[in-house]
Every structure is written in C-alpha cells, then in structure tokens.
C-alpha cells in the first residue's frame, strides 16, 4: 500500500502564496504520476495539475500561470506551488498517485490509484 500526506494548506488573503507538500510512503514504484486535485462541497474533484515521473508537468486552465507542480523523486515528494491565489481556489486540496510511465497525462480522478486525506486551502478576499 501507499500512505500520500498531504501538508501545507491553510488561510491566505487574494494575492497571496502556499506551498503544498505531498509526501509518499509504504509501497514505492519505479515509475508514477502524480497529481494535485480539488474539491469544494457539492462539486466534482477538479483536475489542478499533474507531473510525470520524469517531471513533465501540466495544469488545467484555472491554475496555468499561477500554480507550479513539482517533485522530488529522491524524497518521494510532491509539491504545489500556488501564487496569486484566488477567492476561487478555495478548496480541499487532494494529492494523487497513478502506477506507470509514459507520456500521457491524467486528468480524471479516477484514473489514480491512491490518494491522501486532503488539505483545506481558503484565499479571503
């Protein structure tokens, strides 16, 4: 199995900045994507960015720009670097993990395999 904890959220006023940490435990794979997903009530998990295991990265429209996913492979480590945070960012923030390789990228929450507890981001206006 895989532990995913995420760290880092809290309350920031627009305009501001956090960084998000997604640490990753337990069974490790020599290949995997890893992905930032969100969610408020009453809505679908939202697609927010992806990285491949060789660090190619992508990001929904909403966060292009202003979002920056990374990882570290060696601490088995991801991260959301989130600036000029919006009222609309708002949200439990979800790290993901998908088994595999390739050049794909997955947008769709199901396509993930394990999943952390989550971290409430709020951005006041």
């Known amino acids: 199995q895989v532990q995913l904890v995420e760290s880092g959220g809290g309350l920031v006023q627009a305009g501001g900045s956090l960084r998000l940490s997604c640490a990753a435990s337990?069974?490790?794979?020599?290949?995997?994507?890893m992905g930032w997903f969100r969610q408020t009530p009453g809505k679908e998990r939202e697609f927010v960015a992806t990285?491949?295991?060789?660090?190619?990265?992508y990001y929904a429209d909403s966060v292009k720009g202003r979002f920056t996913i990374s990882r570290d492979n060696a601490k088995n480590t991801m991260y959301l670097q989130m600036n000029s945070l919006k009222p609309e960012d708002t949200a439990v923030y979800y790290c993901?993990?998908?088994?595999?390789?390739?050049?794909?990228?997955?947008?769709?929450?199901?396509?993930?395999?394990?999943w952390g507890q989550g971290t409430q981001v709020t951005v006041s206006s």
């Open positions: 993901a993990l998908r088994r595999g390789s390739g050049s794909y990228y997955y947008t769709r929450s199901f396509e993930y395999n394990y």
């Open positions: 337990g069974r490790t794979f020599s290949s995997y994507f």
């Open positions: 990285t491949s295991n060789g660090g190619s990265t």
